[in-house]
């Protein structure tokens, strides 16, 4: 190479320009042969514009190691678990797979430079030359942007960075194929055959060894012996998996079409003198010189190697044998490259013709099959309404994906946007659905984030408690601990206690006579303005008519508990006081699960949670979680709270989580259509028994996404995420995390231990964690 011509343009010795683009990548996960054959095609239109035999293609998929790790929530239980989650992750090696596309630009192709043949030039042809080529890479920048707009390609500049010296991320792309390992390079105007090799590098018949001043790094290479003459687009994605750090290049240099109809026909000639029963091949060769001469695609030439790295020789060995392990199950011929480890490690570099190993003459399409810039999707780590991203998740490869509730645009800064952040997560019992929505919930206390959570079976409970919250299990004939009357009377507390007196008094859902509705307002008033320690359901029924036999009042008393008159139903919102003190900020639980069941009181009862919900909805950063959604679905005010105002806590910046293990009921819902379009994320979890209408129909999956939905199994750790048009697969994996999971699975007997271990410790979880989780009772 020779130096940096612009910010973006690096001028080689021969002549050549070359820039380079960060491609994000299109994930592949769940991708429908149609799209990816539509995604293919647009590639191949890309290269069949530039196949004049004046620019070249290389592409390298670089899979490393890296570490990350996002804030943790301020203290307690939350804090170290999810510090030991991220430590986790980064000793276990978080794997990254970075796609560049380099496109290498010659002006004469056919003359050649360097030290033999050149000619002198001018400085003002010089200048010339380098506006013009300018010129036509700048142009070239616009055409990747909108060709490849699908794959998210970033042309590689300069920036400046905190110190305030000036790098070069193409020139940090170069440097890491040269020494092995990632490191910044400042962009200077110096020859850079002599400014990037930081390390020293030995080749030997196999093996490739790269010494810094920190250690080796091992290598060798692996490349394709034969190609047939199509491949289906993300032929190759199974060396997305490959447990190893690698380098894998691909180069096509497109010929202009005559010549390619020259090197096609030379093909032919040879196949029909030859005495093998070729009549087949000779037809796909008229085939493909038709369709070179029609454009439809270009013929180059190709050459392919795999770069696999390790810290030693020992493990190299069993990486290059992974390597062609996965070739062949993709139905490629790998071989070990033993003899020209130096070519094969130039031919990395862009424009370095000379060095390939093997060099193959294929078409265009064939290329894009090859090489199809299929990544995983990895999600948006930073610039999210909440700021930086909830948690980091792993692909089933191992690389990070960052988990958002929200939905945004990937490029675009949506910092404190009031997006629709609502989620739900499906799946079968068993599948992991409450332990992964307590993880989120735990990551959410970094925000500062209000949290309500509707239990089932206090399947959270332990969590909750262990992280400082209250939790209330609200059982029939129990006192619940609520009492509405008890809230401060303002003009909007008197309105509810009219409702909530509407609704406990009414008779088969009929409305109140407007005689009735005045006196229910009229006595609201009134107990409004008692002392909180006399305001009660009995104060109400005091200050109501109480004429008739079947008068409002002679209604109202079976919900009351004080004063003179004890109800069957007083034990639910007439208690002497009220327990519910979300104001603290604390996380709030309530396990539901026989209230569902009862028909009387549960409206009532939800009516008046879904009330003080309502309240905690005032711009802070809240979220909610209900198990089992469906059921509270056939509640009626709940029903209202989750039609009509999903938009109100958007734009108040709160969502809910919604978890159900049966889609079919959920589905059945007559506001399951409006719930669903107000879903900015749906969590897919395992279920080998997934029915298609439910999830393609319901949850309009494509028949692609549903067929990988279906086919994860128990005990994976992986789910399915799907927000909008995208797709991806994430794994969470806390094997190492037995201790933390007996606080978050919630399972009857640990639950029991609980009971005992607060009857006798209190409920402050700095009493009661360390020895439940030592398995004490």
């Not at 990544?375 to 792993?394: C, H, L, S, Y």
């Not at 949506?414 to 989120?440: H, P, R």
Request: hydrophobic share 40%; net charge negative.
């Amino acid at each position: 190479m020779s130096y940096l011509l612009t910010d973006e343009i690096v001028v080689l010795k021969s002549g050549d320009y070359v820039s380079s683009w960060l491609i994000e990548g299109l994930p592949f996960e769940g991708l429908s042969n149609e799209e990816a054959l539509k995604q293919m095609d647009a590639l191949n239109l890309l290269i069949r514009g530039l196949s004049n035999g004046k620019f070249a293609f290389w592409i390298h998929r670089i899979r490393r190691r890296v570490g990350d790790s996002l804030s943790l929530p301020p203290e307690g239980f939350a804090r170290a678990m999810i510090d030991k989650y991220y430590k986790g992750l980064e000793d276990g090696g978080l794997m990254a797979t970075q796609i560049y596309l380099t496109i290498v630009h010659r002006p004469f192709p056919q003359k050649q430079r360097g030290v033999f043949g050149k000619v002198p030039k001018t400085l003002r042809e010089f200048d010339l030359e380098n506006a013009a080529a300018i010129d036509v890479m700048e142009s070239l920048n616009r055409q990747v942007n909108s060709s490849l707009v699908d794959y998210r390609p970033t042309l590689l500049g300069v920036y400046t960075a905190a110190n305030g010296v000036e790098y070069s991320d193409q020139l940090t792309l170069y440097g890491f194929l040269v020494n092995g390992t990632w490191r910044p390079m400042p962009a200077k105007q110096v020859p850079l055959d002599k400014y990037l090799a930081r390390n020293r590098t030995f080749f030997g018949t196999e093996m490739v060894e790269s010494r810094d001043e920190h250690g080796s790094i091992y290598s060798a290479f692996v490349d394709i012996k034969d190609y047939a003459d199509y491949s289906r687009p993300g032929v190759l994605n199974t060396m997305l998996s490959l447990p190893c750090e690698y380098v894998e290049t691909h180069s096509f240099s497109p010929l202009n079409a005559r010549d390619a109809q020259e090197v096609l026909r030379k093909q032919r000639n040879q196949l029909i003198s030859s005495e093998d029963n070729a009549a087949s091949q000779v037809r796909e060769m008229d085939d493909a010189i038709d369709q070179v001469i029609s454009g439809n695609f270009s013929f180059g030439e190709y050459h392919y190697c795999m770069q696999v790295k390790g810290d030693s020789p020992e493990r190299v060995k069993l990486a290059r044998a992974d390597a062609i392990d996965a070739l062949q199950s993709s139905g490629f011929l790998g071989v070990a490259l033993d003899l020209i480890t130096d070519h094969a490690f130039a031919a990395q570099l862009p424009g370095n013709w000379r060095s390939r190993p093997r060099v193959a003459n294929i078409s265009s399409r064939n290329f894009t099959g090859l090489c199809s810039l299929h990544n995983f999707g990895n999600g948006k780590r930073d610039m999210n309404p909440w700021g930086e991203a909830v948690t980091i998740f792993q692909t089933p490869a191992g690389q990070p994906v960052y988990f958002n509730f929200h939905d945004t645009e990937v490029d675009r800064d949506a910092f404190d946007m009031k997006a629709l952040g609502n989620t739900q997560i499906i799946g079968q019992s068993e599948s992991g659905k409450t332990v992964l929505a307590l993880f989120l919930l735990l990551n959410l206390l970094k925000y500062g984030t209000q949290t309500i959570f509707f239990d089932k079976d206090r399947g959270a409970e332990i969590a909750i408690r262990a992280i400082g919250g209250e939790y209330l299990s609200l059982v029939r004939g129990v006192q619940t601990g609520f009492a509405p009357f008890k809230l401060e009377p303002t003009d909007e507390t008197l309105l509810f206690w009219g409702d909530l007196v509407m609704f406990c008094t009414s008779v088969d859902g009929k409305p109140h006579t407007a005689k009735e509705e005045a006196e229910i307002r009229h006595a609201m008033e009134a107990v409004g303005k008692l002392p909180r320690n006399l305001r009660s359901f009995a104060t109400v029924i005091q200050n109501l008519p109480d004429t008739e036999e079947n008068s409002v009042a002679a209604r109202l008393a079976k919900w009351c508990r004080t004063g003179e008159r004890v109800g069957q139903l007083g034990w639910a919102l007439d208690c002497a006081d009220d327990l519910l003190a979300f104001e603290d900020g604390r996380c709030y639980g309530f396990d539901y699960t026989e209230l569902l069941e009862d028909p009387k009181t549960c409206p009532a009862i939800m009516m008046y949670l879904m009330y003080r919900v309502e309240k905690l909805i005032d711009g802070r950063k809240f979220a909610f979680f209900m198990d089992e959604y469906w059921k509270a679905l056939s509640v009626s005010y709940f029903e209202d709270f989750a039609k009509n105002k999903q938009k109100t806590i958007r734009k108040q910046n709160g969502f809910g989580v919604y978890m159900t293990q049966s889609p079919s009921d959920t589905l059945a819902s007559p506001i399951a259509k409006t719930l669903i379009e107000q879903t900015a994320t749906f969590i897919f979890m395992p279920n080998p028994t997934a029915d298609r209408r439910d999830y393609v129909d319901g949850f309009k999956l494509t028949d692609s996404e549903f067929e990988v939905v279906s086919g994860l199994q128990k005990g994976s750790r992986m789910f399915a995420i799907k927000q909008g048009s995208k797709f991806s697969l994430a794994r969470l994996d806390l094997h190492a995390f037995k201790d933390e999971l007996k606080v978050l699975s919630g399972s009857t007997d640990n639950v029991y231990r609980l009971d005992k271990l607060r009857a006798r410790l209190g409920d402050d979880p700095a009493a009661w964690l360390e020895p439940f989780i030592k398995g004490q009772s």
